[in-house]
């Protein structure tokens, strides 16, 4: 799997593009989705350069891996939607690959929230 450093999270991640930051540290770039689906749309985006979860699965440490999980749930609670909270509750997912309509080639996970996300798959 070649990953391809030009594609828009990773001009993201190395500051050439602005992008409205939620959270930050080691194995995470958090930031909102720039065409929201939901009321409440983030990415959270891997620090390392991994094509899709599969490349991640396969390559990355255990610290990223873990990392990354916390991070899902930590940005989850800075933006109001955790499942800890009143009316909380969100969906994470990521999509892999052209039949999972994955379109920006750099792991990134979604997660939306802010009011109820519906069906799982249309
Ligand atoms: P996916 O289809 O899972 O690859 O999702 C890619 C997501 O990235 C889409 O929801 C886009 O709206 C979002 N996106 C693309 N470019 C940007 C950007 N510059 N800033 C924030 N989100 C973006």
């Known amino acids: ?31 909102y989705d720039i065409n929201p689906q939901k009321k409440i749309h983030a ?3 891997s620090k390392g350069e991994y094509v899709n979860l599969d490349d991640f699965s396969s390559k990355a440490s255990d610290k990223e891996i873990s990392g990354l999980i916390k991070g899902i749930s930590l ?13 909380g509750g969100y969906r994470s997912l990521v999509n892999i690959g052209e039949n999972g309509g ?8 979604h997660i939306f929230g ?4 519906g069906k799982m798959v249309s």
């Open 75 to 87: 940005v989850a609670k800075k933006i109001g939607v955790s499942d800890e909270v009143k009316g």
């Open 1 to 31: 799997m070649t990953y391809d450093k030009n594609n828009i999270f990773a001009k993201i991640l190395r500051g050439e593009i602005p992008c409205k930051k939620i959270y930050e540290d080691e194995y995470v770039l958090a930031f």
């Open 114 to 117: 802010g009011e109820k996300v």
């Open 43 to 45: 990415l959270v985006v």
């Open 102 to 109: 994955q379109e920006v080639p750099h792991l990134h996970f």
